[in-house]
């Protein structure tokens, strides 16, 4: 094999060179590189702390991404709170529809008031009995309204007739 070549395959033996060459870390590791003699070993240890220090301190002077992250961070967030706020007003609107709706459910009960109460529909005749004649009193409550309601409708009638005679007697004289 040439020499560029062995330098293209990545092996356990150069792994730590091609590392640190990808991650442009490569001048600072030359010094740890060197074989460390056994009384070098304390020194050794003190340089792998200042290495790993080094790369926290680079990710806390990229301002740029800090404030990138930042504006992420604020954004969702935002996003929360107009999520939430979205939420609340649904409920709102979701709580007000119920309303109206049970408001609109009344006429619909009164079309069942017109019909008669079945000794089916009840468990007991006592019930029954009495559901009748609730049945029997709001019919014959209605039927005066209606002839209440005929009644003066007549008259307006009557009123718009005679109103209309005297105006037409004036008007031939």
Do not use: H
């Not at 040439?2 to 442009?24: D, I, M, R, W």
């Not at 619909?108 to 009495?130: H, L, R, T, V």
């Amino acid at each position: 094999m040439s020499e560029k070549e062995a330098s293209s395959v990545l092996t356990s033996e150069n792994s730590a060179e091609f590392y640190a060459n990808k991650l442009g870390i490569a001048d600072r590791n030359d010094d740890v590189a060197v074989e460390a003699e056994p009384s070098e070993v304390t020194d050794q240890s003190e340089q792998d702390e200042q290495i790993e220090a080094k790369p926290t301190e680079e990710k806390r002077q990229n301002p740029k991404l800090e404030k990138r992250f930042s504006e992420l961070t604020k954004q969702r967030e935002q996003a929360k709170a107009e999520a939430q706020a979205e939420r609340q007003q649904r409920e709102a609107l979701e709580t007000r529809l119920r309303a109206l709706e049970q408001q609109a459910t009344p006429p619909q009960q009164a079309k069942n008031i017109d019909e008669e109460p079945q000794p089916g529909q009840f468990q007991d005749a006592f019930e029954y009995a009495k559901a009748l004649a609730q049945y029997s009193t709001e019919k014959a409550l209605q039927e005066r309204d209606q002839q209440e309601a005929n009644r003066k409708a007549n008259e307006e009638r009557q009123k718009t007739i005679k109103a209309w005679s005297e105006k037409l007697e004036k008007v031939k004289a």
